[in-house]
């Protein structure tokens, strides 16, 4: 079946512009993160979405950065003036949610937008 | 995870050997413990998770070995064959906490296999 896809899949900008990066989840996962990757280093979290709202945004960076899900399957990660430092992999996934006391759903991820600003 | 340098650790091997990639990890409270494979412009691929009540689980030509007394992973690649050429990252999740199975990933291991 589909998996999860991202785009674009490639984004060069300018700095102090607005980007948005769009994610499509596997259908039927609930639950759904946002993870930054700089060159060399593995992904960090950024956003956690369970349905609709965001559960966990103690990742986002600053507030230049922004996520929704209205409908609680397409998720859209908003970055505002954007900056050189922005620049990274952003990568979405997915699983079956919600996360029980004693479970973990797997996560199944997206081949992330490659974000550069110049 | 802490964020590291540009020079990830490397591990080259043979076509047909075995190979065993280590990661160490920080968070005493996490409960399950993952490997993700990631190719060159993609995203990672989920290779074995490991609860924290297990040392040992076995998969298909992978086992994870999982040493909590001194938080150390490992990840064992049994006949490794040039596919699995890839960096290698291993994650921890406390997902009966409150981090909702967000995951915390380690310094990643470039795997090369020489034909």
């Known amino acids: 079946g589909a998996g999860v896809s991202q785009t674009p899949s490639n984004k060069v900008t300018e700095k102090g512009k607005y980007v948005e990066l769009r994610c499509d989840p596997i259908s039927g996962h609930t639950a759904l993160y946002w993870y930054r990757q700089s060159l060399g280093q593995g992904p960090e979290f950024l956003i956690y979405f369970q349905g609709t709202g965001a559960a966990d945004d103690s990742g986002l960076p600053n507030d230049r950065f922004f996520a929704v899900r209205p409908e609680g399957s397409v998720s859209t990660l908003k970055i505002q003036r954007t900056e050189r430092g922005d620049s990274a992999v952003y990568l979405c996934?997915?699983?079956?949610?919600?996360?029980?006391?004693?479970?973990?759903?797997?996560?199944?991820f997206g081949p992330g937008t490659r974000l550069t600003v110049l | 995870g802490e964020s590291v340098g540009l020079h990830l650790p490397t591990l080259s091997v043979q076509e047909g050997d075995n190979s065993i990639i280590n990661c160490a990890y920080s968070n005493s409270a996490s409960d399950y413990f993952i490997w993700y494979k990631q190719e060159s412009g993609k995203g990672p691929q989920f290779i074995i998770d490991i609860r924290s009540n297990m040392d040992k689980r076995q998969g298909q030509r992978v086992t994870v070995l999982l040493n909590k007394t001194v938080k150390h992973l490992s990840l064992q690649i049994a006949a490794t064959q040039p596919g699995d050429s890839a960096v290698y990252f291993c994650a921890e999740t406390d997902a009966g906490g409150t981090s909702y199975g967000k995951l915390t990933f380690g310094q990643g291991t470039i795997l090369t296999v020489h034909p």
């Open positions: 996934a997915s699983s079956l949610g919600p996360i029980g006391v004693s479970s973990y759903n797997e996560q199944f």
